[in-house]
């Protein structure tokens, strides 16, 4: 037994030792130098994606001459598949081979897509002939097609590998435990955010008007050169990078966990949560920053950390099939937890995911010059959209956050849930404004008998857009910055990637839903005056839709004011180093309690090298 003793204090020294070094290393990794690197490498990636999707409406109407809502729907369902392979490249990163390599070899594949749709554009082989008029266009032919359907494959699968890593890589750079986070002065997640605007501001200006009056080779390869650089940015700050190793499946402790409670459900589980099985050796690689604490919600689960008698008798390592430590077992409790409030954003982007497409047709009706020569190109009015939301970001950290700090008392002025809450507030207003604004524009179209005309431009300025976009803007400092932000601080530490591969995969079953939803509209909303019309969107009805979605957006806000309402934050420990006495000491009282428990078991290794705060 003293042999035995000797032998697991021995292995805790080693490992104190080995985390003490690695420590001290990390100290010199990550931090403020390795921004340059990967805000660089993140502005240029912005830059290439936005460039390239932001008109793709245009190129797919005017250039390949689909019909408007086949065209809207192509992007939107490209678009939700590239928003589900973050969950892959998310569990990669998770599993296998971390945040920087699955980046990398992400955007390798997100620039074959670039350049191959680049091709496209540049050979007159791979268009249809050019219809100006609008009437009686030949379409793109199946195998033109196809070399649309594969770029836009490419770009979807490489988006996989960058979407989930690239949020949560850059924050690990930092220390982001609450103490840190309570020090600083900013909000790491509203000025990364903040970087990415800017980087969209670009896109939505010079690469869109390049695309309008330059050309669409030129307008795409810019965005495909922007991809090279990106990479290129990335790799060459590798070696100051703080990288996170890969700490297995995720999904396999999940099922592990609930495996271990389904074995044992007619155990019961005792009053005394410190009772319950816990191993800081084993869940060292998933709780760097600090364990999950035992909760009393979805108490069943507490059953797979329950330690049996044969259990605590025997010697070989522990089965997590059969036993998880509390920690795993609060793993899967904090994604229970999330997933209503995640939910949430799914009819959100459903209310938004066509908003972008039929904006920019509104706009290509209007009056949109800015002088006898200049006219802002249709694609780029969602710079006022950017231009509110970069506004809003910095008023909201110079001016509401130290108010509203000194209100609550919050570090962070509001919480996470309050700002998401206000973000689904505001949006309504925006697509309400949309439709006012569609009835004033065919009211006019319908004054000076353009209504039959679908490429006359109307005598109404395309400013009247503003509010929309700009209200949309304001709604995203609230909305997607909190949803961020919620899903980085709630998720379990060794899932921050999966957690933002939900992100993404919100915004894809949105886009599969909005889909749904505009065929729907589409096929049943009659014939004379189809809401959604294929070519003459004057002769549609716009703002009926419009008022639809704002419908949904109400009865979602409602489900998730009672979600946040019941939403329990995660309590976490904070690592901190601790005396050998205290750990003894420590070790000594939770073998008794387990003696007490165990009727006759006497002894329960239950390692231990790190105290907690």
């Given at each position: 037994m003293e042999l035995e003793k000797s032998r697991g204090h021995s292995v805790q020294?080693?490992?104190?030792?080995?985390w003490k070094k690695k420590k001290k290393q990390n100290k010199h990794l990550g931090g403020l130098k390795t921004m340059p690197f990967i805000l660089a490498n993140e502005i240029c990636d912005r830059i290439a994606s936005v460039g390239f999707h932001a008109n793709m409406i245009t190129y797919l109407t005017q250039q390949l001459n689909m019909p408007l809502v086949e065209a809207s729907n192509t992007l939107t369902n490209f678009a939700g598949t590239a928003n589900f392979t973050p969950l892959v490249g998310a569990l990669v990163a998770d599993s296998y081979v971390g945040q920087f390599w699955t980046i990398t070899v992400g955007s390798f594949i997100y620039a074959l897509g670039l350049v191959s749709i680049t091709i496209s554009a540049i050979l007159p082989s791979l268009r249809p002939p050019p219809c100006p008029t609008q009437v009686n266009c030949k379409e793109a032919s199946t195998w033109q097609l196809w070399v649309l359907y594969i770029s836009l494959l490419l770009t979807s699968l490489g988006t996989g590998g960058i979407r989930p890593c690239v949020v949560t890589f850059a924050a690990n750079q930092f220390d982001m435990s609450k103490s840190s986070v309570a020090a600083r002065r900013w909000n790491f997640f509203s000025w990364y955010y903040f970087s990415m605007g800017m980087a969209t501001l670009f896109a939505f200006t010079v690469i869109v008007y390049i695309q309008e009056n330059v050309g669409w080779g030129w307008g795409l390869g810019i965005p495909t050169i922007a991809m090279v650089v990106s990479i290129l940015a990335f790799m060459v700050g590798s070696p100051l990078y703080k990288n996170v190793k890969p700490?297995?499946?995720p999904f396999v402790r999940l099922a592990q966990v609930i495996a271990a409670a389904t074995k044992k459900r007619k155990e019961k589980v005792p009053e005394d949560p410190s009772l319950l099985y816990e191993n800081k050796e084993l869940d060292a690689a998933?709780?760097?920053?600090?364990?999950?604490?035992?909760?009393?919600?979805?108490?069943?689960?507490?059953?797979?950390?329950?330690?049996?008698?044969?259990?605590?008798?025997?010697s070989n390592p522990t089965n997590l099939w059969k036993l998880a430590t509390v920690h795993r077992v609060e793993e899967l409790k904090s994604i229970i937890r999330m997933l209503p409030i995640w939910a949430a954003g799914i009819l959100l982007v459903t209310s938004t995911s066509h908003q972008?497409?039929?904006?920019?047709?509104?706009?290509?009706?209007?009056?949109?010059?800015l002088s006898p020569s200049f006219q802002i190109p249709p694609a780029s009015m969602m710079i006022f959209s950017i231009l509110a939301m970069l506004t809003g970001l910095v008023l909201y950290e110079r001016f509401l956050v130290p108010l509203a700090r000194r209100i609550t008392g919050n570090p962070?002025?509001?919480?996470?849930?309050?700002?998401?809450?206000?973000?689904?507030?505001?949006?309504i207003f925006a697509t309400v404004a949309a439709s006012l604004v569609e009835i004033k524009r065919k009211a006019v179209a319908a004054h000076h008998n353009l209504l039959d005309k679908p490429t006359a431009i109307i005598p109404i300025s395309v400013f009247w857009l503003v509010p929309q976009y700009s209200i949309h803007g304001i709604a995203e400092v609230f909305m997607n910055v909190g949803h961020l932000e919620f899903l980085y601080d709630q998720s379990p530490e060794s899932m921050r990637n999966t957690a933002a591969a939900l992100y993404w995969i919100a915004i894809a079953v949105g886009n599969y839903i909005g889909t749904f939803l505009v065929t729907l509209v589409h096929e049943y909303?009659?014939?004379?005056?189809?809401?959604?019309?294929?070519?003459?969107?004057?002769?549609?009805?716009?703002?009926?839709?419009?008022?639809?979605?704002s419908g949904i957006q109400v009865i979602n806000l409602i489900y998730y004011a009672i979600c946040a309402s019941l939403y329990t934050y995660k309590p976490l420990e904070e690592v901190k180093e601790t005396s050998k006495e205290e750990e003894e000491v420590d070790s000594a009282v939770r073998a008794s309690k387990l003696s007490n428990y165990g009727n006759g078991v006497h002894e329960v290794e239950l390692p231990r090298s790190n105290e907690t705060v």
């Amino acid at each position: 037994m003293e042999l035995e003793k000797s032998r697991g204090h021995s292995v805790q020294e080693e490992m104190k030792e080995s985390w003490k070094k690695k420590k001290k290393q990390n100290k010199h990794l990550g931090g403020l130098k390795t921004m340059p690197f990967i805000l660089a490498n993140e502005i240029c990636d912005r830059i290439a994606s936005v460039g390239f999707h932001a008109n793709m409406i245009t190129y797919l109407t005017q250039q390949l001459n689909m019909p408007l809502v086949e065209a809207s729907n192509t992007l939107t369902n490209f678009a939700g598949t590239a928003n589900f392979t973050p969950l892959v490249g998310a569990l990669v990163a998770d599993s296998y081979v971390g945040q920087f390599w699955t980046i990398t070899v992400g955007s390798f594949i997100y620039a074959l897509g670039l350049v191959s749709i680049t091709i496209s554009a540049i050979l007159p082989s791979l268009r249809p002939p050019p219809c100006p008029t609008q009437v009686n266009c030949k379409e793109a032919s199946t195998w033109q097609l196809w070399v649309l359907y594969i770029s836009l494959l490419l770009t979807s699968l490489g988006t996989g590998g960058i979407r989930p890593c690239v949020v949560t890589f850059a924050a690990n750079q930092f220390d982001m435990s609450k103490s840190s986070v309570a020090a600083r002065r900013w909000n790491f997640f509203s000025w990364y955010y903040f970087s990415m605007g800017m980087a969209t501001l670009f896109a939505f200006t010079v690469i869109v008007y390049i695309q309008e009056n330059v050309g669409w080779g030129w307008g795409l390869g810019i965005p495909t050169i922007a991809m090279v650089v990106s990479i290129l940015a990335f790799m060459v700050g590798s070696p100051l990078y703080k990288n996170v190793k890969p700490g297995g499946s995720p999904f396999v402790r999940l099922a592990q966990v609930i495996a271990a409670a389904t074995k044992k459900r007619k155990e019961k589980v005792p009053e005394d949560p410190s009772l319950l099985y816990e191993n800081k050796e084993l869940d060292a690689a998933i709780s760097t920053d600090g364990r999950l604490l035992h909760t009393e919600q979805f108490k069943w689960l507490d059953k797979a950390a329950v330690v049996t008698d044969e259990e605590a008798r025997r010697s070989n390592p522990t089965n997590l099939w059969k036993l998880a430590t509390v920690h795993r077992v609060e793993e899967l409790k904090s994604i229970i937890r999330m997933l209503p409030i995640w939910a949430a954003g799914i009819l959100l982007v459903t209310s938004t995911s066509h908003q972008g497409s039929f904006s920019i047709q509104q706009a290509r009706t209007m009056n949109r010059h800015l002088s006898p020569s200049f006219q802002i190109p249709p694609a780029s009015m969602m710079i006022f959209s950017i231009l509110a939301m970069l506004t809003g970001l910095v008023l909201y950290e110079r001016f509401l956050v130290p108010l509203a700090r000194r209100i609550t008392g919050n570090p962070s002025g509001i919480t996470c849930l309050q700002r998401m809450g206000i973000g689904f507030v505001i949006n309504i207003f925006a697509t309400v404004a949309a439709s006012l604004v569609e009835i004033k524009r065919k009211a006019v179209a319908a004054h000076h008998n353009l209504l039959d005309k679908p490429t006359a431009i109307i005598p109404i300025s395309v400013f009247w857009l503003v509010p929309q976009y700009s209200i949309h803007g304001i709604a995203e400092v609230f909305m997607n910055v909190g949803h961020l932000e919620f899903l980085y601080d709630q998720s379990p530490e060794s899932m921050r990637n999966t957690a933002a591969a939900l992100y993404w995969i919100a915004i894809a079953v949105g886009n599969y839903i909005g889909t749904f939803l505009v065929t729907l509209v589409h096929e049943y909303s009659g014939k004379g005056r189809n809401w959604l019309p294929d070519r003459n969107l004057n002769k549609g009805r716009l703002e009926y839709y419009y008022l639809l979605v704002s419908g949904i957006q109400v009865i979602n806000l409602i489900y998730y004011a009672i979600c946040a309402s019941l939403y329990t934050y995660k309590p976490l420990e904070e690592v901190k180093e601790t005396s050998k006495e205290e750990e003894e000491v420590d070790s000594a009282v939770r073998a008794s309690k387990l003696s007490n428990y165990g009727n006759g078991v006497h002894e329960v290794e239950l390692p231990r090298s790190n105290e907690t705060v």
